[in-house]
């Protein structure tokens, strides 16, 4: 069953097709990897299918629902939930209260948001950390924080903007659990994500971006031959 299906997404910033005629689909309960060199329009697909920017034509259908031009929180409260490369928490607040400010959107009840809070910062496995503030987070432990915040809306899909990056190399395999562990509790992914190796390990399908458009789209096996993706992409890169 097809939760998310995209078809001709475009996006221009003056002369730049940031996004050129994207189509794609998401299953129920995969994750869909997107690749793609620096500048190839990944994050801008994100912001147009959480509703941050508008696209300028296309269709994207979530379970059914047109959600082209819908607000921000209308899609949220849909159940897209997303995480930000550049990551954004409240620096002075506690992890607490930064994944109670998610929670809230689902949740009017302040017991309840907590509880329900504290149920995803152990599933995320911060619980210790609960009443430290933002600030004092590791990298790593901000980037849990983030699918934390996330997961407070409850997605159904969840768009995630390079998780592994900017960590260093022996966080990378907790994060790659966790993302493994949102999908066994039936979250639907899509992840950005630069390291190779790690898209190929997690990946149902994927979907290969180069100066806006798709130049590749498939199951990993098939991407990892594919003479477009090594070209603009792969060339560069150990995929051994
Ligand atoms: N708000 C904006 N205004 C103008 N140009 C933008 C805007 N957002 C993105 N762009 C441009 O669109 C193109 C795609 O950017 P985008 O951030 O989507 O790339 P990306 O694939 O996420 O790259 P990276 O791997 O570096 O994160 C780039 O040329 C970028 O400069
Ligand atoms: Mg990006």
Not at 48 to 77: C, E, Q
């Amino acid at each position: 069953m097809k939760i998310l299906s995209v078809e001709n997404l475009s996006k221009s910033f003056g002369g730049i097709h940031a996004n050129r005629d994207i189509s794609f689909d998401i299953s129920a309960g995969e994750i869909l990897g997107i690749i793609g060199p620096n500048g190839a329009g990944k994050s801008t697909l994100f912001d147009l299918i959480t509703g941050y920017t508008k696209a300028d034509s296309g269709k994207i259908l979530f379970n059914d629902n047109n959600i082209f031009g819908m607000r921000p929180d209308k899609i949220s409260n849909l159940g897209i939930g997303r995480t930000f490369q550049k990551l954004k928490p409240f620096a002075d607040l506690t992890l607490l209260e930064n994944v109670m400010i998610g929670s809230f959107a689902k949740e009017s009840n302040i017991k309840n948001a907590r509880d329900k809070a504290l149920e995803i910062i152990d599933f995320v496995d911060l619980i210790e950390k609960r009443h430290h503030f933002a600030r004092e987070l590791s990298t790593g432990q901000r980037k849990r924080l983030e699918l934390a915040r996330a997961m407070a809306i409850e997605p159904k899909l969840l768009l995630m903007d390079e998780v592994t990056g900017g960590v260093d190399q022996k966080t990378i395999p907790g994060l790659v659990d966790l993302i493994l562990k949102m999908k066994a509790a039936g979250v639907t992914i899509a992840t950005i994500e630069h390291n190779i190796n790690i898209i190929m390990e997690i990946s149902d399908d994927i979907l290969a971006l180069d100066q806006g458009q798709r130049i590749a789209y498939g199951k990993p096996e098939e991407i990892q031959k594919n003479d477009r993706v090594i070209d603009a992409y792969l060339g560069t890169v150990d995929v051994a």
